[in-house]
C-alpha cells in the first residue's frame, strides 16, 4: 500500500526525523520561522480557534530566564539551541472568532463565553496544533526537540504577566548536533493500538 | 524562504488540505488505515508514551451505535463517510513503556504510577497524536473531517465499558463528495501568533 505523500517527504517529516537532544551553532532565522507558521497555520482547529501562540525565545537574558524553570537536561539542552519556542494556548482565543470563523461570528458568545470551556478547548486545539508544528518545523529542513518538562505555571508568571497564555511545551530548533539522536525506540504494532468494531 | 518539504507534499497536507464535510461511496481499506499507522506511529510523544488507540468504526451496528452520541449535524455526516474513527487515549499506556521506552523502564512507576498523572499526559500527548493523524490521512491521499461535537463520555460507555480508554475525537475519513469543503477561513497573521523575547 502505497501513500499519495512522496517517498522523501515521508521521511523527512516521519520516518527519517526524530527528537534532537543537540544542536549545531546555526541560526535559525525569522524569515525560517515564518515560512512554517505560514505552512502550519493551515492545518484545522475546532471552530478555526487557531488558539496556539509562540514565543520565539532569543535574547541572551530571556533564555536565562527561560531555563530557571527547566527540569534536569532540558535546561542545558535548550541554551545549547540556536532558538527556543515556548508554546502557549491564547485564553481570550475567542476575542479573533468573528474574524476567524466569519460565517458563524456568533460561536464567541453562544459556546464560549466561559473561561472554563475556552481553557479545555484551548488547551486540545493548541495541542493539536503543537503535533502540526513539530512536522513543520522537520518540513523546514530543521530539527525540533519538543519537551514538557518545565515548571509552565512558573514560565507564565515569568512571561504572561497578564494569566491570559497558559504555556505548556517548549521546542528547541536547529540542525541537529553532535550525538543529537537516541536509537530509534520501537512503536506499537497496528494491532496494539487499532480495534475495529 | 523555501521550506525542505517539496510543494506537492506541502499542498497535500497543509495548503490545498480542508476538513472534509462530505464523502463519496469508495471504501477505505484496513490496509489504507494500516499504511497511514505505519507513517504516524514515528512521530513523537513523551517518553515515547504513545497513548492514541483508534476504533475504526466499520459494522451498521456499531455506526448505530456511534452515532447515538453525535451532536448535530455530526451524526448525518458521520453516517454518511465510508470509515469512521474514534481516538482515545489509552489511561494504561504505561504498562507498554517498558517496550515504549527500554533504556529507562523505571519510568513507568517513578513517573506513571498514578492515573490522576496518567490522564493529563495521556491527554496532551494522545491528542498530539491526533494533529499528526490528521496529517497522515491526508497523505494517504484521503480527506479528515475531525470533530468534536460528540458526547465523549457516552462513547466510553457505548464502547468501552472497563473504563480505561477515553475517547476525545471522531474523524471520518473518504475521499470528498460533493460540496465537502467550506470556503477556507482566514488565519491569524505570523504577528498576531508569534511573539519576540
Redesign the interface.
Known sequence: ??????A???D????E???ANSFTDEPV????????????????T?F?Q?P????????AD?RERLVKHAMGANGPKTLSAPLTLVLSTDLDFHE?LP?????APGIKDAYFSELSVREV?G??NA??????L??GI????LA?G?M?GFDFAGIDKE?FGDGKQKS?MVINVGKPGADAF?P?????S?D??????
Open positions: 500500500m502505497s501513500l499519495a505523500l512522496d522523501a517527504a515521508q523527512l517529516l516521519f520516518r526525523a526524530q527528537t532565522t525569522d524569515e525560517q520561522v515564518q515560512a512554517i507558521y505560514d505552512l502550519v497555520k493551515y492545518a484545522p475546532a478555526n487557531s496556539l501562540r509562540l514565543t520565539l525565545v532569543r535574547s530571556a479573533k474574524t476567524l470563523f466569519p460565517h478547548a488547551a486540545q495541542t493539536l496544533q503543537a503535533g502540526y513539530i512536522l522537520r518540513a523546514a529542513g525540533a519538543p514538557t512571561f505548556f537516541f530509534r525506540s520501537p512503536r506499537l497496528f496494539e493500538a487499532v480495534t475495529t468494531v
